[in-house]
């Protein structure tokens, strides 16, 4: 069973950084693209950045350049997203997903994590 278990959410004030995890399990990791998507209240899914199974190959929203950077770890199964200059409107619960090819898109990806919150206040 493919577990992704997102932490390092939380309610941080606008200016700051945070850094997200996503820890893997019951999936080869090391042969995965992982993402990171976010929603906001009321607002669709966004795609934020995305990753290759080794890390050669990322790509980031136009939205999050800059100020985001994606990362893993192979051997520890895990994946990371940096977020630095953080805005108040980047409060969205962000999610982690697991597929078969890396995408640009918030809708390509097979496996998905329950989410962490980031709420960023001014």
């Known amino acids: 069973q493919v577990q992704l278990v997102e932490s390092g959410g939380g309610a941080v004030q606008a200016g700051t950084s945070l850094r997200l995890s996503c820890a893997a399990s019951?999936?080869?990791?090391?042969?995965?693209?992982m993402a990171w998507v976010r929603q906001a209240p009321g607002k669709e899914r966004e795609f934020v950045a995305a990753?290759?199974?080794?890390?050669?190959?990322?790509f980031l929203a136009d939205s999050v350049k800059g100020r985001f950077t994606i990362s893993r770890e192979n051997a520890e199964n895990t994946l990371y997203l940096n977020i630095n200059s953080l805005k108040p409107e980047d409060t969205a619960v962000y999610y982690c997903?697991?597929?078969?090819?890396?995408?640009?898109?918030?809708?390509?990806?097979?496996?998905w994590g329950r989410g962490t919150q980031v709420s960023v206040f001014s």
């Open positions: 019951g999936i080869l990791f090391s042969r995965a693209a």
């Open positions: 990753i290759s199974w080794s890390g050669g190959q990322t």
């Open positions: 997903a697991a597929g078969g090819l890396v995408r640009s898109s918030a809708d390509d990806y097979d496996y």
